[in-house]
């Protein structure tokens, strides 16, 4: 096999977070949603800018002889990176003045200072009143006086001097309604207090007013080889260094006077890298919570009600209908209170003994955590394992995993230098003096929240071999054994590596000898060099590949004119709508005898050798026709997937003048929704 390139993570995820934005372009998608997707783009980049490129600044750091060995050139990449952001914040700038024009003729104004009416005008000091007293004003600044992600306004009092006032959107909303007799009109809360600097600074003269935004490294730098609650204490003590870690870009109005910049650039001692220009407004995620005052449904998505399900909807005993026959779940198009009826139906039964559960990211106040407290109190044995550091969730998981210690749950929180990624919960049930096991193995969080804007699959079943495993992987957690003993599970970083090594081989002999073969994957990244090696591989043998990526992919796929004699072309699209798609799901031919595997583990080397990741192969017939079924269906989307090619071009997939419109998320709904009337 001749070597083959591979696409840089760092680079290739910009070309992810641009399909997003591109959904904000798409004149057919709806405007308040557009306004979302330009809230997501600016949200991921936020994140991005805290994450990724404070490592290549650290990579920048490192002796150059050791950069060498680690094959890493971050100066040119960073260099590339900070150009592409400069392209696409122009794009984003032009269509955010789109959609808020579009806005403004549905009668909703999002209007600037010099647009507002005399009667307007009139209102801002009232308006203000209640804002005054939490916009802090730094006469002198350095860089650690500037909270991480806020919003501060730059008044500039001579050519290089200036004062500094926070904007206080952690206490007040950011989109100000003004006074109107027709429409809907909002301000900015930055240009409401732009607008009376007079009452912050009655004795100052400004000659300018510029927003600017620190973003800073998230990352949480600790220390090797800690027992697990000194690890939690350390994280949560840590936890403040994200508003006082390294600076990674000063994102700052590009119209400030050049003086003026370099002037902040020195007082925060920034290099000119970490220097963005951007526009007057910073923050767009904010957008978010942009209101919608009309009742003009036409401006948002139609309304898609979570679906019941076709069987466990029907019945209060889950545990009975679960052991008859596996059951599958779909997340947002089919109701999560499934899953929280699981685990209270446990609470509650008195043949319950023990629930054991990974929690990746808890939500702030849930039905599940209620459920896992009532168990407690009815006095079932609850053991958990909390991610302490989960990015961004540390401080709401430590909360939670104490809450449920104090209530009496063993509580395990991270092992030091891996994750435990996992979607698992085990209930078991004494029942005539033998233990009975129940499992739920799914692609997304226990988070009822961010199920109804995920697209994520889960399985229960009572299989004994899987349940069988399934108490295996516990054990690991709570230190009981080192390797687990698996029969049916991929669970990282024990087997789930080698299981797909060998899978993708077995593939690549059958197609040498002539029996079909064939590898359809789904997952949200595609990073690890080694199984992206043994894809071309397969594609070189003939296997037929088509891979459905969300985010980044470090693939790179052959051009027709540049394949071998016998080499297939490896397809691959990604799916950007309503929905994040995160689900994970893996089939290979097998020469006829097919086998699919659902789980937590995408394609990277984290979640392949440095993470507790567990996925489950799908054993029951109907199951696996399912969930083949909504694999094909996101295969075939020809409305909002967009091809992954060699050139990152992001174009759309064509779809023939007869072929009929697949849009994947609504068709998958209609799918469940017959599958559901059917059963009525």
């Given at each position: ?20 934005l ?18 997501i ?10 994450v ?8 920048k ?10 094959v ?9 990176i900070?150009s592409?952001?400069?392209?696409q914040q122009?794009m ?7 959609v808020?024009?579009s ?8 209007k ?7 009667e ?5 000091p ?11 004003v730094?006469n ?9 992600g806020k919003?501060?306004?730059i008044l ?15 206490k ?16 900015f809360l ?8 007079n009452?912050i600074?009655?004795n100052m003269e400004?000659?300018?007013c510029y ?9 949480l ?5 800690l027992?697990?609650?000194e ?8 936890l403040?260094?994200?508003?006082s870690g390294?600076?990674?870009r ?16 020195s007082?925060?001692n920034?290099?000119e890298?970490?220097?963005m220009?951007?526009?007057k407004?910073?923050?767009l ?19 898609l ?5 076709a ?6 005993n ?25 685990v209270?139906n446990?609470?509650?039964d008195p ?6 559960m990974?929690?990746?990211?808890i ?22 394992f ?14 939670w995993?104490?809450?449920f ?5 063993k509580?395990?929180?991270s ?14 049930r ?15 969080n226990f ?8 697209c ?21 957690l709570?230190?009981k054994?080192?390797?687990p003993?698996?029969k049916?599970?991929?669970v ?9 090594l ?22 949200n990244?595609?990073?690890d ?11 070189e043998a003939?296997?037929e590949v ?12 052959k ?5 071998g004699?016998?080499e297939k072309p ?5 799916i ?5 798609e ?5 089939w290979?031919?097998?020469?006829g005898d097919?086998k ?5 583990a995408?394609w990277?080397?984290r979640?392949?050798?440095h ?5 489950v192969?799908?054993?029951?017939e109907?199951?696996f ?5 909504i ?6 989307d ?10 990152d ?10 072929e ?9 709904y209609?799918?469940?929704?017959t ?5 009525r």
């Amino acid at each position: 096999m001749s070597k083959r390139p591979l696409k840089n993570r760092d680079v290739n995820w910009l070309y992810f977070n641009e399909r997003v934005l591109l959904e904000a372009t798409d004149k057919s998608t709806p405007l308040l949603e557009r306004l979302k997707f330009l809230a997501i783009f600016s949200s991921n980049l936020d994140e991005y800018f805290k994450v990724r490129i404070s490592r290549l600044r650290q990579l920048k750091s490192v002796d150059k002889s050791l950069r060498k060995k680690l094959v890493s050139k971050p100066n040119k990449t960073l260099k590339f990176i900070l150009s592409k952001v400069d392209e696409q914040q122009e794009m984003f700038g032009k269509i955010i003045q789109d959609v808020l024009l579009s806005l403004k003729k549905e009668g909703v104004h999002l209007k600037s200072l010099d647009e507002l009416s005399e009667e307007q005008k009139a209102t801002l000091p009232e308006l203000f009143e209640t804002i005054a007293k939490d916009c802090t004003v730094l006469n002198s600044i350095d860089s650690t006086k500037l909270k991480d992600g806020k919003i501060y306004l730059i008044l500039q009092t001579s050519e290089t001097e200036f004062v500094t006032v926070y904007v206080p959107t952690d206490k007040h909303p950011r989109f100000i309604k003004l006074p109107s007799n027709e429409d809907h009109h909002y301000l900015f809360l930055e240009d409401l207090i732009h607008a009376n600097l007079n009452t912050i600074l009655p004795n100052m003269e400004v000659i300018g007013c510029y927003a600017i935004k620190m973003s800073r490294d998230a990352e949480l730098y600790l220390e090797d080889e800690l027992m697990d609650n000194e690890l939690v204490e350390i994280i949560y003590k840590s936890l403040s260094k994200r508003s006082s870690g390294q600076p990674t870009r000063l994102l700052y109005n590009k119209l400030m006077p050049e003086a003026l910049r370099e002037s902040i650039q020195s007082k925060l001692n920034l290099s000119e890298v970490d220097m963005m220009p951007g526009g007057k407004h910073h923050n767009l995620s904010d957008f978010f919570s942009f209101p919608n005052p009309l009742e003009n449904k036409s401006l948002s998505y139609p309304t898609l009600p979570a679906l019941d399900h076709a069987i466990l909807s029907k019945t209060e005993n889950l545990f009975e209908e679960i052991r008859k026959k596996d059951q599958l779940v779909h997340f947002p198009y089919q109701k999560f209170d499934m899953v929280e009826k699981f685990v209270l139906n446990a609470a509650n039964d008195p043949s319950v003994t023990t629930i054991k559960m990974s929690l990746y990211r808890i939500a702030k106040t849930s039905e599940l955590s209620n459920a896992l407290l009532k168990a407690l109190k009815n006095g079932k044995k609850v053991t958990l394992f909390v991610e302490a550091q989960a990015r961004f969730d540390e401080e709401n998981n430590i909360k939670w995993g104490r809450i449920f210690e104090e209530n009496g749950a063993k509580v395990f929180f991270s092992v030091p230098n891996i994750k435990v990624h996992s979607k698992i919960l085990m209930v078991e049930r004494e029942k005539d003096s033998k233990i009975q096991r129940f499992a739920f193995i799914g692609t997304g969080n226990f988070n009822s929240k961010t199920a109804k804007l995920y697209c994520d699959h889960g399985l229960f079943t009572a299989n004994k071999k899987i349940t069988g495993d399934l108490a295996q992987v516990f054990a690991v957690l709570e230190k009981k054994i080192i390797v687990p003993k698996l029969k049916r599970l991929l669970v990282s970083p024990f087997n789930t590596r080698i299981t797909f090594l060998d899978l993708i081989e077995n593939e690549i002999e059958n197609a040498k000898a002539g029996i079909p073969s064939g590898i359809m994957l789904k997952m949200n990244s595609l990073e690890d060099s080694k199984m992206i090696k043994a894809l071309y591989k397969a594609a070189e043998a003939g296997v037929e590949v088509r891979l459905l990526v969300r985010g980044f992919c470090c693939l790179v796929p052959k051009p027709k004119d540049e394949l071998g004699s016998t080499e297939k072309p490896i397809y691959i699209t990604s799916i950007v709508d309503r929905y994040l798609e995160h689900g994970r799901i893996y089939w290979f031919s097998n020469g006829g005898d097919e086998k699919m595997f659902m789980g937590s583990a995408d394609w990277m080397t984290r979640n392949l050798d440095h993470r507790i990741e567990v996925l489950v192969p799908i054993l029951d017939e109907d199951v696996f026709s399912e969930l083949k079924d909504i694999l094909q269906i996101q295969l075939n989307d020809n409305v909002k997937a967009r091809i992954l090619d060699a050139t990152d071009t992001n174009r759309k997939v064509v779809r023939e003048p007869k072929e009929k419109s697949v849009r994947s998320q609504y068709a998958i709904y209609d799918y469940l929704k017959t599958k559901l009337d059917e059963n009525r």
